[in-house]
Protein backbone atom coordinates (compact mmCIF):
# COMPACT_ATOMS: atom_id res chain seq x y z
CA UNK A 1 0.00 0.00 0.00
CA UNK A 2 0.99 3.30 -1.04
CA UNK A 3 1.79 6.10 1.29
CA UNK A 4 2.18 9.89 1.54
CA UNK A 5 4.90 11.22 3.00
CA UNK A 6 4.71 14.94 4.51
CA UNK A 7 7.55 17.40 5.12
CA UNK A 8 8.45 17.41 8.99
CA UNK A 9 9.34 21.49 10.28
CA UNK A 10 8.61 22.94 13.80
CA UNK A 11 7.26 19.98 15.26
CA UNK A 12 4.64 19.60 12.39
CA UNK A 13 3.73 17.68 9.49
CA UNK A 14 3.37 20.04 6.53
CA UNK A 15 2.41 19.19 2.88
CA UNK A 16 2.61 21.43 -0.18
CA UNK A 17 0.58 22.07 -3.55
CA UNK A 18 3.83 19.96 -5.30
CA UNK A 19 4.31 16.01 -4.96
CA UNK A 20 6.21 13.48 -6.47
CA UNK A 21 5.96 9.78 -6.90
CA UNK A 22 8.27 7.38 -5.29
CA UNK A 23 8.23 4.02 -7.38
CA UNK A 24 10.22 0.76 -6.16
CA UNK A 25 13.26 -0.07 -8.39
CA UNK A 26 12.09 -3.69 -7.34
CA UNK A 27 8.79 -4.76 -9.61
CA UNK A 28 8.15 -0.14 -10.37
CA UNK A 29 5.14 -0.07 -7.98
CA UNK A 30 4.21 2.74 -6.45
CA UNK A 31 5.63 3.39 -2.66
CA UNK A 32 4.68 6.79 -1.74
CA UNK A 33 3.14 10.21 -3.08
CA UNK A 34 5.85 12.76 -1.63
CA UNK A 35 5.36 16.60 -0.62
CA UNK A 36 8.34 18.82 -2.03
CA UNK A 37 9.35 21.26 0.19
CA UNK A 38 9.20 24.94 -1.10
CA UNK A 39 11.55 27.74 -0.45
CA UNK A 40 9.90 28.79 2.56
CA UNK A 41 8.68 25.48 3.98
CA UNK A 42 13.10 25.68 3.99
CA UNK A 43 13.34 29.12 5.19
CA UNK A 44 10.78 28.14 7.97
CA UNK A 45 12.94 25.34 8.88
CA UNK A 46 16.03 27.56 9.07
CA UNK A 47 14.19 29.91 10.75
CA UNK A 48 13.07 27.20 13.89
CA UNK A 49 16.43 25.53 13.74
CA UNK A 50 18.59 28.90 14.64
CA UNK A 51 16.54 29.84 17.05
CA UNK A 52 16.97 27.04 19.22
CA UNK A 53 20.39 26.40 18.59
CA UNK A 54 22.05 29.65 18.71
CA UNK A 55 19.07 31.97 18.13
CA UNK A 56 16.81 33.67 21.07
CA UNK A 57 15.38 30.34 22.51
CA UNK A 58 18.30 28.43 22.59
CA UNK A 59 17.99 27.41 26.59
CA UNK A 60 15.95 24.37 25.15
CA UNK A 61 18.70 23.17 23.20
CA UNK A 62 21.80 24.62 22.02
CA UNK A 63 22.84 25.97 25.91
CA UNK A 64 21.27 22.75 27.55
CA UNK A 65 24.14 21.15 29.45
CA UNK A 66 25.64 18.34 27.33
CA UNK A 67 24.81 15.51 30.24
CA UNK A 68 21.30 16.67 29.88
CA UNK A 69 21.18 16.96 26.10
CA UNK A 70 22.80 13.49 26.16
CA UNK A 71 20.08 12.21 28.27
CA UNK A 72 17.10 13.15 25.47
CA UNK A 73 19.84 11.58 22.70
CA UNK A 74 19.83 8.31 24.53
CA UNK A 75 15.72 7.74 24.73
CA UNK A 76 15.75 8.73 21.21
CA UNK A 77 18.25 6.23 20.58
CA UNK A 78 15.77 3.77 22.65
CA UNK A 79 12.53 4.86 20.69
CA UNK A 80 14.49 4.50 16.88
CA UNK A 81 15.41 0.88 18.31
CA UNK A 82 11.71 0.21 19.19
CA UNK A 83 10.86 1.02 15.57
CA UNK A 84 13.52 -1.02 13.72
CA UNK A 85 11.35 -2.96 11.83
CA UNK A 86 9.58 -0.15 10.34
CA UNK A 87 13.05 1.67 9.07
CA UNK A 88 13.75 -2.02 7.52
CA UNK A 89 10.72 -1.69 5.61
CA UNK A 90 11.07 1.46 4.55
CA UNK A 91 14.29 0.62 3.13
CA UNK A 92 13.19 -2.42 1.42
CA UNK A 93 10.36 -0.88 0.00
CA UNK A 94 12.45 2.33 -0.94
CA UNK A 95 15.04 0.55 -2.44
CA UNK A 96 14.07 -2.96 -3.21
CA UNK A 97 16.87 -4.60 -1.36
CA UNK A 98 16.69 -7.87 1.09
CA UNK A 99 14.62 -7.86 3.94
CA UNK A 100 18.22 -9.61 5.57
CA UNK A 101 20.41 -6.97 4.32
CA UNK A 102 18.32 -3.83 5.46
CA UNK A 103 18.33 -5.53 8.46
CA UNK A 104 21.63 -6.79 9.41
CA UNK A 105 23.34 -3.81 7.92
CA UNK A 106 20.97 -0.59 8.20
CA UNK A 107 18.17 -0.80 10.79
CA UNK A 108 20.19 -2.28 13.10
CA UNK A 109 22.86 0.27 13.83
CA UNK A 110 20.76 3.78 13.10
CA UNK A 111 20.26 3.65 16.64
CA UNK A 112 23.54 2.30 17.74
CA UNK A 113 25.20 5.52 16.03
CA UNK A 114 22.60 8.08 18.01
CA UNK A 115 24.15 5.89 20.95
CA UNK A 116 28.06 6.40 20.15
CA UNK A 117 27.82 9.84 19.60
CA UNK A 118 26.63 10.52 22.75
CA UNK A 119 29.10 8.69 24.38
CA UNK A 120 31.92 9.90 22.09
CA UNK A 121 30.18 13.78 23.02
CA UNK A 122 31.03 12.67 26.86
CA UNK A 123 34.53 11.91 26.13
CA UNK A 124 35.31 15.53 24.57
CA UNK A 125 37.57 17.35 27.07
CA UNK A 126 36.86 20.83 27.63
CA UNK A 127 40.71 22.14 28.16
CA UNK A 128 42.31 25.15 30.28
CA UNK A 129 45.91 26.70 31.71
CA UNK A 130 47.51 29.24 33.41
CA UNK A 131 50.19 30.81 31.18
CA UNK A 132 52.10 33.97 31.20
CA UNK A 133 51.59 36.41 28.31
CA UNK A 134 53.16 39.37 26.68
CA UNK A 135 54.21 42.59 28.62
CA UNK A 136 54.46 40.15 32.02
CA UNK A 137 50.07 39.26 32.33
CA UNK A 138 48.95 36.20 33.93
CA UNK A 139 46.57 34.55 32.97
CA UNK A 140 44.07 31.47 32.60
CA UNK A 141 42.30 30.45 29.42
CA UNK A 142 39.53 27.66 29.12
CA UNK A 143 38.32 26.31 25.53
CA UNK A 144 34.87 24.38 24.96
CA UNK A 145 32.93 23.76 21.76
CA UNK A 146 29.73 25.49 21.39
CA UNK A 147 26.60 24.75 18.74
CA UNK A 148 27.65 25.70 15.25
CA UNK A 149 23.92 26.37 14.24
CA UNK A 150 22.27 24.79 11.85
CA UNK A 151 23.45 22.36 10.15
CA UNK A 152 21.94 21.26 6.98
CA UNK A 153 22.56 17.26 6.54
CA UNK A 154 21.94 15.87 2.61
CA UNK A 155 22.13 12.46 2.44
CA UNK A 156 22.57 9.62 -0.46
CA UNK A 157 19.91 7.15 -1.37
CA UNK A 158 22.53 4.34 -1.45
CA UNK A 159 22.65 3.47 2.13
CA UNK A 160 19.70 6.36 3.57
CA UNK A 161 18.94 5.93 7.05
CA UNK A 162 22.67 4.87 7.97
CA UNK A 163 23.56 7.94 6.12
CA UNK A 164 20.86 10.27 7.78
CA UNK A 165 22.33 8.67 11.40
CA UNK A 166 25.59 9.66 10.88
CA UNK A 167 25.17 13.22 9.84
CA UNK A 168 22.22 14.18 12.24
CA UNK A 169 23.18 12.01 15.31
CA UNK A 170 26.76 14.81 15.89
CA UNK A 171 24.80 17.71 14.49
CA UNK A 172 22.17 16.87 17.62
CA UNK A 173 24.54 15.84 20.28
CA UNK A 174 26.87 18.79 19.88
CA UNK A 175 23.71 21.22 20.45
CA UNK A 176 22.64 22.17 16.87
CA UNK A 177 19.49 22.03 15.03
CA UNK A 178 19.68 19.22 12.07
CA UNK A 179 17.56 19.89 8.74
CA UNK A 180 17.35 16.16 6.75
CA UNK A 181 17.23 16.51 3.35
CA UNK A 182 17.11 12.86 1.49
CA UNK A 183 17.53 11.68 -1.38
CA UNK A 184 14.01 12.01 -3.66
CA UNK A 185 14.87 8.15 -4.05
CA UNK A 186 14.83 7.45 -0.24
CA UNK A 187 11.98 9.39 1.40
CA UNK A 188 10.63 6.68 3.18
CA UNK A 189 13.10 5.69 6.15
CA UNK A 190 13.47 9.24 6.55
CA UNK A 191 9.88 9.77 7.69
CA UNK A 192 10.24 6.96 10.11
CA UNK A 193 13.44 8.88 11.79
CA UNK A 194 11.31 12.49 11.77
CA UNK A 195 8.30 10.43 13.57
CA UNK A 196 10.67 9.10 16.19
CA UNK A 197 11.97 12.41 16.70
CA UNK A 198 8.52 13.86 16.55
CA UNK A 199 7.45 11.90 19.93
CA UNK A 200 11.10 12.37 21.63
CA UNK A 201 11.81 15.47 23.45
CA UNK A 202 14.20 16.55 20.96
CA UNK A 203 12.58 20.28 21.09
CA UNK A 204 10.01 21.21 17.83
CA UNK A 205 12.61 23.24 15.52
CA UNK A 206 15.79 21.29 16.21
CA UNK A 207 15.37 18.90 13.84
CA UNK A 208 13.32 19.14 10.78
CA UNK A 209 12.85 17.26 7.41
CA UNK A 210 12.46 18.36 3.88
CA UNK A 211 11.47 16.40 0.65
CA UNK A 212 12.37 17.51 -3.04
CA UNK A 213 15.30 17.35 -5.51
CA UNK A 214 18.24 19.01 -5.56
CA UNK A 215 19.33 21.62 -8.21
CA UNK A 216 16.14 24.10 -8.10
CA UNK A 217 14.41 22.94 -5.65
CA UNK A 218 14.88 21.45 -1.38
CA UNK A 219 18.41 20.62 -2.41
CA UNK A 220 19.58 24.35 -3.42
CA UNK A 221 17.26 26.19 -1.41
CA UNK A 222 19.21 24.19 1.57
CA UNK A 223 22.57 25.04 0.71
CA UNK A 224 22.29 28.16 -0.62
CA UNK A 225 20.58 29.87 2.90
CA UNK A 226 22.01 32.21 4.48
CA UNK A 227 21.31 30.86 7.98
CA UNK A 228 22.53 27.51 7.02
CA UNK A 229 26.14 27.59 9.32
CA UNK A 230 27.55 24.13 7.96
CA UNK A 231 26.51 21.57 5.27
CA UNK A 232 27.12 17.78 5.30
CA UNK A 233 26.72 16.25 2.21
CA UNK A 234 27.46 12.64 0.47
CA UNK A 235 26.86 11.78 -3.07
CA UNK A 236 28.27 12.26 -6.69
CA UNK A 237 31.02 14.72 -6.73
CA UNK A 238 29.33 16.95 -9.29
CA UNK A 239 26.76 17.77 -6.70
CA UNK A 240 29.41 18.32 -3.98
CA UNK A 241 31.06 20.72 -6.11
CA UNK A 242 27.50 22.74 -6.85
CA UNK A 243 27.18 22.90 -3.05
CA UNK A 244 30.81 24.00 -2.10
CA UNK A 245 30.11 26.89 -4.24
CA UNK A 246 27.01 27.56 -2.52
CA UNK A 247 28.53 27.13 0.22
CA UNK A 248 31.43 29.85 -0.30
CA UNK A 249 28.71 32.66 -0.20
CA UNK A 250 29.13 33.26 3.43
CA UNK A 251 31.81 31.33 3.57
CA UNK A 252 30.15 28.37 5.46
CA UNK A 253 31.92 24.87 6.23
CA UNK A 254 31.36 21.67 3.96
CA UNK A 255 31.79 18.21 4.80
CA UNK A 256 31.99 16.28 1.35
CA UNK A 257 31.97 12.59 0.93
CA UNK A 258 31.69 12.15 -2.77
CA UNK A 259 32.54 9.55 -5.42
CA UNK A 260 34.82 6.78 -5.77
CA UNK A 261 36.62 4.42 -8.55
CA UNK A 262 38.10 2.14 -5.61
CA UNK A 263 40.96 -0.48 -6.63
CA UNK A 264 41.83 -3.55 -5.03
CA UNK A 265 45.75 -4.91 -5.46
CA UNK A 266 46.00 -8.64 -5.66
CA UNK A 267 49.78 -9.40 -5.24
CA UNK A 268 51.39 -13.23 -6.25
CA UNK A 269 51.06 -14.20 -2.63
CA UNK A 270 47.51 -13.51 -1.76
CA UNK A 271 44.90 -16.24 -0.41
CA UNK A 272 42.75 -16.55 -2.99
CA UNK A 273 40.15 -17.76 -0.55
CA UNK A 274 40.14 -14.67 1.56
CA UNK A 275 40.10 -12.58 -2.05
CA UNK A 276 36.86 -14.36 -2.89
CA UNK A 277 34.94 -13.80 0.20
CA UNK A 278 36.24 -9.75 0.13
CA UNK A 279 35.96 -9.37 -3.52
CA UNK A 280 32.02 -10.76 -3.62
CA UNK A 281 31.59 -7.96 -0.96
CA UNK A 282 33.60 -5.15 -2.57
CA UNK A 283 32.55 -5.30 -5.88
CA UNK A 284 28.69 -6.43 -5.52
CA UNK A 285 27.98 -5.59 -2.07
CA UNK A 286 24.32 -3.53 -2.45
CA UNK A 287 24.62 -3.99 -6.27
CA UNK A 288 27.68 -2.04 -6.06
CA UNK A 289 26.23 1.03 -4.59
CA UNK A 290 28.57 1.89 -2.17
CA UNK A 291 31.07 4.50 -1.86
CA UNK A 292 34.10 2.12 -0.92
CA UNK A 293 32.80 -0.59 -3.40
CA UNK A 294 35.45 -1.83 -5.93
CA UNK A 295 35.44 -1.31 -9.46
CA UNK A 296 38.69 -1.91 -10.94
CA UNK A 297 41.00 -4.90 -9.45
CA UNK A 298 44.57 -5.49 -10.70
CA UNK A 299 45.93 -8.44 -10.16
CA UNK A 300 49.80 -9.70 -10.43
CA UNK A 301 50.20 -11.59 -13.96
CA UNK A 302 51.26 -14.73 -12.07
CA UNK A 303 47.60 -15.15 -10.87
CA UNK A 304 45.70 -12.81 -13.47
CA UNK A 305 43.78 -16.10 -15.52
CA UNK A 306 42.93 -17.59 -11.84
CA UNK A 307 41.73 -14.38 -10.61
CA UNK A 308 39.68 -13.98 -13.81
CA UNK A 309 37.79 -17.36 -13.31
CA UNK A 310 37.55 -17.35 -10.04
CA UNK A 311 35.53 -13.50 -10.17
CA UNK A 312 33.46 -14.48 -13.48
CA UNK A 313 32.29 -17.92 -11.23
CA UNK A 314 31.31 -15.72 -8.51
CA UNK A 315 29.59 -13.25 -10.35
CA UNK A 316 27.49 -15.56 -12.54
CA UNK A 317 26.30 -17.14 -9.44
CA UNK A 318 25.13 -14.32 -7.42
CA UNK A 319 21.63 -14.53 -6.98
CA UNK A 320 19.55 -11.59 -7.69
CA UNK A 321 16.15 -10.62 -6.73
CA UNK A 322 14.96 -12.25 -4.11
CA UNK A 323 13.63 -10.35 -1.05
CA UNK A 324 13.25 -12.89 1.34
CA UNK A 325 16.74 -14.70 0.83
CA UNK A 326 18.56 -14.52 4.34
CA UNK A 327 22.46 -14.16 3.08
CA UNK A 328 24.35 -12.81 0.14
CA UNK A 329 22.51 -11.67 -2.98
CA UNK A 330 21.78 -8.30 -4.73
CA UNK A 331 18.88 -6.38 -5.18
CA UNK A 332 17.87 -3.41 -8.09
CA UNK A 333 19.90 -0.18 -8.66
CA UNK A 334 17.85 2.38 -7.38
CA UNK A 335 16.60 3.65 -10.68
CA UNK A 336 15.63 3.47 -14.24
CA UNK A 337 17.56 6.36 -14.84
CA UNK A 338 20.56 4.98 -13.18
CA UNK A 339 20.13 1.70 -14.54
CA UNK A 340 20.30 4.13 -17.86
CA UNK A 341 24.05 5.08 -16.72
CA UNK A 342 25.38 2.05 -15.81
CA UNK A 343 24.18 0.19 -18.81
CA UNK A 344 25.63 3.09 -20.93
CA UNK A 345 29.29 2.18 -19.11
CA UNK A 346 28.41 -2.11 -20.23
CA UNK A 347 27.82 -1.39 -23.34
CA UNK A 348 31.24 0.86 -24.25
CA UNK A 349 33.25 -1.64 -23.23
CA UNK A 350 33.64 -4.08 -26.65
CA UNK A 351 34.51 -0.48 -28.10
CA UNK A 352 37.14 0.30 -26.10
CA UNK A 353 38.69 -3.59 -26.31
CA UNK A 354 36.96 -5.00 -23.50
CA UNK A 355 35.03 -8.01 -22.89
CA UNK A 356 32.92 -9.60 -20.52
CA UNK A 357 34.07 -12.74 -18.97
CA UNK A 358 30.22 -12.33 -17.05
CA UNK A 359 27.30 -10.49 -16.69
CA UNK A 360 26.90 -7.20 -18.40
CA UNK A 361 23.38 -7.45 -19.46
CA UNK A 362 19.39 -6.88 -17.71
CA UNK A 363 17.94 -10.18 -16.01
CA UNK A 364 14.82 -11.82 -17.33
CA UNK A 365 12.58 -12.85 -14.71
CA UNK A 366 9.15 -13.65 -16.45
CA UNK A 367 7.23 -11.37 -13.48
CA UNK A 368 7.02 -8.05 -11.93
CA UNK A 369 10.58 -7.73 -11.76
CA UNK A 370 10.95 -7.21 -14.93
CA UNK A 371 9.37 -3.97 -14.39
CA UNK A 372 12.89 -3.22 -12.03
CA UNK A 373 15.77 -1.80 -12.15
CA UNK A 374 18.20 -4.79 -12.57
CA UNK A 375 21.38 -5.54 -14.31
CA UNK A 376 23.37 -8.36 -14.23
CA UNK A 377 26.90 -8.25 -11.89
CA UNK A 378 29.69 -7.91 -14.78
CA UNK A 379 33.64 -8.53 -14.99
CA UNK A 380 35.32 -7.32 -17.57
CA UNK A 381 38.94 -7.71 -18.88
CA UNK A 382 41.11 -6.24 -21.55
CA UNK A 383 39.37 -2.50 -21.89
CA UNK A 384 41.90 -0.06 -21.90
CA UNK A 385 43.14 2.50 -19.02
CA UNK A 386 41.32 5.52 -20.60
CA UNK A 387 37.80 4.12 -21.14
CA UNK A 388 34.35 5.12 -19.89
CA UNK A 389 34.16 1.71 -18.06
CA UNK A 390 37.89 2.00 -16.34
CA UNK A 391 37.89 6.12 -15.68
CA UNK A 392 34.05 6.94 -14.76
CA UNK A 393 32.35 6.01 -11.31
CA UNK A 394 29.44 3.31 -12.27
CA UNK A 395 28.37 3.01 -8.98
CA UNK A 396 26.87 -0.32 -9.61
CA UNK A 397 28.24 -4.51 -9.78
CA UNK A 398 30.94 -4.02 -12.19
CA UNK A 399 33.97 -5.33 -11.95
CA UNK A 400 37.29 -3.70 -14.11
CA UNK A 401 40.27 -6.85 -14.20
CA UNK A 402 43.74 -5.79 -15.10
CA UNK A 403 47.08 -7.35 -14.38
CA UNK A 404 50.27 -5.79 -13.24
CA UNK A 405 53.99 -7.34 -12.99
CA UNK A 406 55.25 -5.12 -9.37
CA UNK A 407 54.22 -3.00 -6.82
CA UNK A 408 55.24 0.16 -8.68
CA UNK A 409 53.23 -0.66 -11.75
CA UNK A 410 49.79 -1.57 -9.38
CA UNK A 411 50.46 1.73 -7.23
CA UNK A 412 50.63 4.06 -10.69
CA UNK A 413 47.30 2.17 -12.02
CA UNK A 414 45.86 2.49 -8.65
CA UNK A 415 46.54 6.17 -8.74
CA UNK A 416 45.14 6.65 -12.25
CA UNK A 417 42.30 8.33 -11.41
CA UNK A 418 40.73 11.36 -10.31
CA UNK A 419 39.39 9.87 -7.21
CA UNK A 420 40.61 9.04 -3.93
CA UNK A 421 38.18 6.97 -1.60
CA UNK A 422 39.05 3.39 -1.06
CA UNK A 423 41.69 0.83 -1.63
CA UNK A 424 42.12 -3.18 -1.03
CA UNK A 425 45.53 -4.45 -0.47
CA UNK A 426 45.71 -8.22 -0.62
CA UNK A 427 48.90 -9.63 0.14
CA UNK A 428 50.31 -12.30 2.41
CA UNK A 429 53.43 -10.13 3.27
CA UNK A 430 52.41 -7.23 5.57
CA UNK A 431 55.77 -5.60 5.05
CA UNK A 432 54.43 -4.56 1.56
CA UNK A 433 50.79 -4.11 2.27
CA UNK A 434 52.38 -1.67 5.03
CA UNK A 435 54.93 0.02 1.90
CA UNK A 436 52.19 0.11 -0.13
CA UNK A 437 49.19 1.38 1.52
CA UNK A 438 50.34 4.65 1.95
CA UNK A 439 51.60 5.18 -1.70
CA UNK A 440 47.99 4.86 -2.41
CA UNK A 441 46.11 8.25 -2.65
CA UNK A 442 42.77 7.33 -0.74
CA UNK A 443 41.32 8.09 2.42
CA UNK A 444 40.88 4.68 3.67
CA UNK A 445 42.78 1.15 3.04
CA UNK A 446 41.79 -2.25 3.78
CA UNK A 447 44.73 -4.76 4.08
CA UNK A 448 43.20 -8.54 3.39
CA UNK A 449 39.42 -6.78 4.35
CA UNK A 450 36.81 -4.86 2.98
CA UNK A 451 34.19 -2.28 4.93
CA UNK A 452 35.73 -3.90 8.22
CA UNK A 453 35.10 -0.36 9.91
CA UNK A 454 34.41 1.07 12.48
CA UNK A 455 31.50 3.84 11.93
CA UNK A 456 33.46 6.22 14.46
CA UNK A 457 36.85 5.87 12.73
CA UNK A 458 37.69 8.64 10.29
CA UNK A 459 36.51 9.02 6.86
CA UNK A 460 38.16 10.78 4.08
CA UNK A 461 38.19 11.30 0.80
CA UNK A 462 41.27 12.53 -1.29
CA UNK A 463 41.03 14.58 -4.76
CA UNK A 464 37.62 14.27 -6.09
CA UNK A 465 36.46 12.04 -3.79
CA UNK A 466 35.91 14.66 -0.61
CA UNK A 467 36.64 18.07 0.85
CA UNK A 468 36.63 17.50 4.67
CA UNK A 469 36.69 15.05 7.59
CA UNK A 470 34.07 13.16 9.35
CA UNK A 471 33.68 10.05 11.55
CA UNK A 472 33.58 10.06 15.38
CA UNK A 473 35.27 13.31 16.57
CA UNK A 474 35.68 14.38 13.47
CA UNK A 475 32.38 14.90 13.04
CA UNK A 476 31.29 15.56 16.50
CA UNK A 477 34.31 18.71 16.21
CA UNK A 478 32.51 19.91 12.49
CA UNK A 479 29.30 19.91 14.25
CA UNK A 480 30.62 22.83 16.50
CA UNK A 481 32.59 25.73 17.42
CA UNK A 482 35.80 26.17 19.84
CA UNK A 483 35.50 29.17 21.69
CA UNK A 484 38.16 30.27 23.77
CA UNK A 485 37.44 32.41 27.14
CA UNK A 486 40.69 34.16 28.81
CA UNK A 487 41.00 35.73 32.02
CA UNK A 488 43.69 37.77 33.20
CA UNK A 489 44.89 36.91 36.80
CA UNK A 490 45.96 40.20 38.31
CA UNK A 491 49.25 39.59 41.10
CA UNK A 492 47.32 41.24 43.78
CA UNK A 493 43.91 42.65 45.06
CA UNK A 494 43.08 46.42 43.72
CA UNK A 495 43.49 48.46 47.07
Not at 108 to 133: K, P, T, V, W
Not at 371 to 387: K, L, M, R, T, Y
Not at 388 to 409: C, I, M, R, T, W
Amino acid sequence: MSKELKNYVAGLWIGSGTTFDKVSPFDGAHVAKVHEASATLVDEAVTRGHEVSIGSNASIWGDLPMKQRLVVIHDLADRLEARVEDLVEAEVADTGRSHWQASVFDGARAARLFRSYADAAASLENRSMQFSGEMGFQGMWHSTRRPKGVIACICPWNVPILMACMKVAPALVMGNSAILKPSEETPSSATVLAEVMAASDVPDGAFSLVHGFGAGSTGEFLASHPKVDAITFTGESGTGSAIMKAAANGLREVSLELGGKNAALVFDDARMDAVAEGMTRSAFFNCGQICFCTERAYVHRSRFDEFVEMMAKIASGIIIGERSHNGFSIGPLISHGHRDKVKALLDAVPAHGGEFVAGGGIPSFGDERDNGAFVEPAVAIGSSEDSPFVKQEAFGPVLHVAPFSDEDEAVALANDTQYGLATCIWTENLSRAHRVAPRVRVGHAWINSWQIRDLLSPLTGAKASGVGDQGGRLSLEFSSLPQTVTTRIFEEDPA
